[in-house]
């Protein structure tokens, strides 16, 4: 199983799904508005199978290269996901997705986190640039990208709908690689 150790409470690794599906299903339900607010997806997750199901097709994604999705765990505990999505091979770019159960927040592991993916995404999968899209009016989103020095491109306006039919503006950060070097 892939696994990477950022330190010694953060570790990302491939979803086993039959293991994970079951801890990480709670941690989406019992953060209600929290998750569902910037994730519309994670109001149609209804059950422990469904969230299986997705852990399988993230496998099939990382088999095809397309993307690599990890289980976030602290302490040995998982407590959320993250991802490098569509990876473009072509281009080597890629964006980040993420999300942590909300008893959870406020204590850098997401910080941490996308460090991680970021020495991933630069020395694994030999990308050039990472972007991270976040909604406008989520905070914390935008304060790991800004803490981790990525770059404020530009706002998509009305870039995605949201499950109650309403669209979200989204800011664009992006990373490259050479900054990245530079500071680590």
Known sequence: MFSYTYDDDIKVSLPVPHIDAPKLFPLIKNSGE????????????????????????????????????????FQDQPVGMISLNKIDKANNCADIGYWLGSEWTHRGIMHRAVSAIIAIGFTEYHLNKITIEADVNNLASNKVAEKLNFHLDGTK????????????????????KKEWQKIN
């Open 157 to 176: 306006r009305e870039a995605l709908k949201y499950s109650d039919y309403k669209f979200g503006d989204m800011n664009e950060w992006s990373l490259l």
């Open 34 to 73: 929290t998750i569902s607010t910037w994730l519309p997806w994670a109001k149609n997750l209804q059950t422990v199978s469904d969230e299986e199901s997705f852990l399988k097709m993230v496998l099939k994604n990382f088999g095809t290269g397309d993307s690599l999705n990890c289980v976030v765990h």
